[in-house]
């Protein structure tokens, strides 16, 4: 997974909102713009705190059907994100203007795709589903039928928007470059903090 985005030209370490902005100018069409997104949430999956936590490994569609053997298509699905416990998450990336509102259809296909039991072509594999589904999106704007197809499902839509991102603990430049993140270091907590985390658990 790599990438050519250019540097934030703001000085200070690169935003959400700097990396988009330099995705934009740097994207030739729509599907490239759209591309450049779905690299930069496939490589935050694994760099977020919570979501690291969460997955150890994430594919962007097409490599994910190949390996699976099912057919390549887009079939509004983005990205496979694989739980340590081994079920997979399907990932949906949407690089909208941030007033634009988004429709009941932007979120069907999704809904479709990451709802149905897929039947790989090499026997030698099993079918599967999907155990979770996030919808990712750089816009917080919904009409009431979108929210409400994303709502209560099974399994159910989280739904990470701009502000979700933008407050991520991440080197937005480092994913946007498709360098490697820097590991932190866990925090240690002090004495006293370990008796109260001791007492309280």
Same mark, same amino acid.
């Given at each position: 997974?790599?990438?050519?985005?250019?540097?934030?030209?703001?000085?200070?370490?690169?935003?959400?909102?700097?990396v988009?902005?330099?995705?934009?100018?740097?994207?030739?069409?729509?599907?490239?713009?759209?591309?450049?997104?779905?690299?930069?949430i496939?490589?935050?999956?694994?760099a977020?705190?919570?979501y690291?936590?969460? +997955?150890?490994? &994430?594919?962007?569609?097409?490599?994910?059907?190949? %390996? /699976?053997?099912?057919?390549? #298509?887009?079939?509004?699905? !983005?990205?496979?994100?694989?739980?340590?416990?081994?079920?997979?998450?399907?990932?949906?990336c949407?690089?909208?203007?941030?007033?634009t509102t988004?429709?009941k259809?932007a979120?069907?296909s999704?809904?479709?795709?990451?709802?149905?039991?897929y039947?790989?072509?090499?026997?030698?594999?099993?079918? +599967?589903?999907? &155990?979770?589904?996030?919808?990712?999106?750089?816009? %917080? /704007?919904y009409?009431?039928? #979108?929210?409400?197809?994303l !709502?209560?499902?099974t399994?159910?839509?989280?739904?990470?928007?701009l502000?979700?991102?933008?407050?991520?603990?991440v080197?937005?430049?480092?994913?946007?470059?498709g360098?490697?993140?820097?590991?932190?270091?866990?925090?240690?907590?002090?004495?006293?903090?370990?008796?109260?985390?001791?007492?309280?658990?």
């Amino acid at each position: 997974l790599t990438d050519t985005t250019p540097q934030a030209a703001t000085g200070g370490p690169a935003t959400i909102y700097s990396v988009l902005a330099s995705m934009r100018l740097a994207s030739a069409t729509e599907r490239d713009k759209g591309a450049r997104f779905e690299r930069l949430i496939c490589r935050w999956l694994l760099a977020d705190p919570v979501y690291a936590a969460l +997955f150890d490994k &994430a594919w962007l569609w097409a490599d994910f059907a190949a %390996e /699976r053997a099912i057919p390549a #298509a887009d079939m509004g699905i !983005d990205i496979v994100a694989r739980r340590r416990d081994g079920g997979l998450t399907a990932v949906q990336c949407k690089f909208y203007d941030e007033q634009t509102t988004i429709n009941k259809a932007a979120v069907d296909s999704f809904i479709s795709a990451s709802g149905k039991t897929y039947h790989p072509d090499d026997p030698s594999l099993p079918d +599967f589903t999907f &155990a979770g589904r996030i919808w990712v999106a750089t816009s %917080e /704007r919904y009409g009431d039928n #979108a929210r409400e197809a994303l !709502d209560d499902q099974t399994p159910p839509v989280v739904v990470v928007n701009l502000g979700t991102l933008a407050q991520s603990p991440v080197d937005w430049q480092a994913l946007a470059d498709g360098r490697p993140p820097q590991e932190r270091k866990p925090a240690q907590p002090r004495d006293y903090q370990a008796d109260i985390v001791a007492a309280a658990l």
